[in-house]
């Protein structure tokens, strides 16, 4: 612990970024049949309990407060945010749009990359979740937990996304009060099982039995709750089961550090709001006019290259963002604390109140 990174960790935070890339490149519910069709949604099954287990992550350990950490967050998004949108119209894969560069700034909003706004308003709610687990005995905290899911499969959140995240964070404090890496379990065992529930459900009853072909409707609660939403009991469970597989592990690597590192920049880039559709989900769909094998194999190429590219292209992210943070930290230690201080800026006449 102590600061030092993980190795089993971070190389389950790469998986999860494989296994997004692996699930955004998914689309059975148009394309396919009979065994090739079921193998999809089988590959989609592995994977979808990503999303879930980066955010264990992160509650397992607990985000922690620091202004280098959150400048460094906030300066990732904004640069591929407005970088890639320069990138791409440089080299003519888009035209020029003065509407379009004004909003790559507004990249904290929905309409921009969904899952970030809502990591965003996590990493803001994580001091009052961190002090809510801390204050919980580890039984207090899983029947709380319990009835959040419960609320989250039957009543239909505004901004679920966020209360999701939420809870999947307050998971990963509970895993590390009860300390996960020490249980005598086959966690293994118990992701493959998680996993063929959650493609016998989706595939047979859902998409076969039912006929429920729209993936909106498949993704959305109540359905979505049988197997592909975030907050679905069984996704749930598959996302700590692949989670206590890694905590069990102990290894270091400097390669995985070094990677890891850069995991966040695979979905921004492939899932930026400028390309995302005529770029990575274009290059893939297309991929479905293949035979099967072939188009198995191209795929697996693509992901690779993507997930190999994102991560040499972060490089250079981090090099220009430490130089700026060195500029900004600079500034800052010239700046009196003072003007740092609310009761700087109240007026002389309320200051006897606070």
Same mark, same amino acid.
């Given at each position: 612990?102590?600061?030092?990174?993980?190795?089993?960790?971070?190389?389950?935070?790469?998986?999860?970024?494989?296994?997004?890339?692996?699930?955004?490149?998914?689309?059975?519910?148009?394309?396919?049949?009979?065994?090739?069709?079921?193998?999809?949604?089988?590959?989609?099954?592995?994977?979808?309990c990503a999303v879930d287990c980066f955010v264990l992550i992160s509650g397992y350990f607990?985000?922690?407060?620091?202004?280098?950490?959150?400048?460094?967050?906030?300066?990732?998004?904004?640069?591929?945010?407005?970088?890639?949108?320069?990138?791409?119209?440089?080299?003519?894969?888009?035209?020029?749009?003065?509407?379009?560069?004004?909003?790559?700034?507004?990249?904290?909003?929905?309409?921009?990359?969904?899952?970030?706004?809502?990591?965003?308003?996590?990493?803001?709610?994580?001091?009052?979740?961190?002090?809510?687990?801390?204050?919980?005995?580890?039984?207090?905290?899983?029947?709380?937990?319990?009835?959040?899911?419960?609320?989250?499969?039957?009543?239909?959140?505004?901004?679920?996304?966020?209360?999701?995240?939420?809870?999947?964070?307050?998971?990963?404090?509970?895993?590390?009060?009860?300390?996960?890496?020490?249980?005598?379990?086959?966690?293994?065992?118990?992701?493959?099982?998680?996993?063929?529930?959650?493609?016998?459900?989706?595939?047979?009853?859902?998409?076969?039995?039912?006929?429920?072909?729209?993936?909106?409707? !498949?993704? $959305?609660?109540?359905?979505?709750?049988?197997?592909?939403? *975030?907050?679905?009991?069984?996704?749930? &469970? #598959?996302? =700590?089961?692949?989670?206590?597989?890694?905590?069990?592990?102990?290894?270091s690597s400097r390669i995985i550090n070094w990677c890891a590192s850069s995991s966040f920049?695979?979905?921004?880039?492939?899932?930026?709001?400028?390309?995302?559709?005529?770029?990575?989900?274009?290059?893939?769909?297309?991929?479905?006019?293949?035979?099967?094998?072939?188009?198995?194999?191209?795929?697996?190429?693509?992901?690779?290259?993507?997930?190999?590219?994102?991560?040499? !292209?972060? $490089?250079?992210?981090?090099?220009?963002?430490?130089?700026? *943070?060195?500029?900004?930290?600079?500034? &800052? #230690?010239? =700046?009196?604390?003072?003007?740092?201080?609310?009761?700087?800026?109240?007026?002389?006449?309320?200051?006897?109140?606070?």
């Open positions: 612990m102590g600061g030092a990174r993980l190795s089993n960790f971070e190389l389950l935070r790469l998986l999860c970024m494989l296994m997004v890339l692996n699930l955004h490149s998914f689309s059975g519910w148009l394309h396919g049949s009979g065994v090739c069709q079921a193998f999809d949604f089988f590959r989609e099954s592995t994977s979808i607990g985000i922690k407060w620091k202004f280098k950490s959150f400048f460094n967050l906030v300066f990732q998004i904004f640069f591929y945010s407005v970088g890639i949108y320069l990138v791409v119209v440089a080299i003519g894969f888009v035209n020029w749009n003065i509407k379009q560069f004004f909003l790559r700034f507004a990249c904290l909003s929905v309409s921009s990359w969904g899952f970030v706004v809502s990591y965003v308003i996590l990493y803001f709610c994580s001091p009052v979740l961190n002090a809510f687990a801390e204050r919980q005995s580890a039984k207090s905290l899983f029947w709380y937990i319990i009835i959040f899911i419960l609320a989250l499969n039957i009543v239909s959140f505004t901004a679920s996304s966020a209360f999701t995240y939420a809870m999947v964070y307050l998971i990963g404090r509970l895993l590390r009060k009860v300390k996960i890496e020490e249980f005598r379990m086959p966690a293994s065992v118990y992701y493959w099982l998680t996993t063929f529930f959650i493609f016998i459900i989706v595939y047979f009853v859902l998409f076969k039995m039912l006929h429920i072909t729209n993936a909106d409707i !498949i993704l $959305k609660r109540p359905v979505g709750s049988l197997g592909y939403d *975030y907050a679905a009991p069984l996704v749930i &469970l #598959q996302a =700590i089961a692949l989670f206590a597989v890694f905590a069990k592990m102990n290894f920049a695979i979905f921004l880039i492939h899932m930026h709001p400028t390309i995302k559709q005529i770029g990575y989900l274009s290059f893939v769909q297309r991929l479905y006019d293949y035979p099967f094998l072939e188009h198995a194999v191209l795929l697996i190429v693509f992901i690779l290259c993507v997930f190999c590219g994102s991560i040499l !292209i972060d $490089k250079i992210r981090i090099v220009v963002s430490n130089l700026c *943070y060195i500029f900004l930290d600079y500034l &800052l #230690q010239r =700046i009196h604390s003072k003007y740092f201080q609310l009761d700087t800026y109240y007026p002389n006449s309320l200051k006897g109140l606070f």
